[in-house]
Nanobody, 126 residues
Framework: QVQLVESGGGLVQAGDSLRLSCAAS????????MGWFRQAPGKEREFVCG????????ACADNVKGRFTISRDNAKNTVYLQMNSLKPEDTAVYYC???????????????????WGQGTQVTVSS
């Protein structure tokens, strides 16, 4: 049974940093590209950042580029999202997801991901 468990969310002030973690089990983690998505109240879920299975290829959405960094540790079956210079508009539930297609590239579409975590809330106050 595949499980993706996010952690590290919380309430912070604008300008602060947070690091989210997503621990995976029940799959061969190094075969999966991983992504972070987020969903704010009343909005659609959107792509944040993704990393290929090797950890070499990474991509982030324009609205977080330069502030957020994705990384992975295949030995720990964990993917991370380092979020710096947080803004109130970053407030959302953050989800990690796993793409088992074997593609070398990072995909930004939700439909490309096979497994999803339950999400962790990030709230940024102004």
């Amino acid at each position: 049974q595949v499980q993706l468990v996010e952690s590290g969310g919380g309430l912070v002030q604008a300008g602060d940093s947070l690091r989210l973690s997503c621990a995976a089990s029940g799959l061969t983690f190094s075969n999966y590209a991983m992504g972070w998505f987020r969903q704010a109240p009343g909005k659609e879920r959107e792509f944040v950042c993704g990393v290929g299975w090797s950890g070499t290829l990474k991509a982030c959405a324009d609205n977080v580029k330069g502030r957020f960094t994705i990384s992975r540790d295949n030995a720990k079956n964990t993917v991370y999202l380092q979020m710096n210079s947080l803004k109130p508009e970053d407030t959302a539930v953050y989800y990690c997801a796993a793409d088992g297609s074997g593609s070398f590239f990072v995909k930004r579409e939700m439909s490309s991901y096979d497994y999803w975590g339950q999400g962790t809330q990030v709230t940024v106050s102004s």
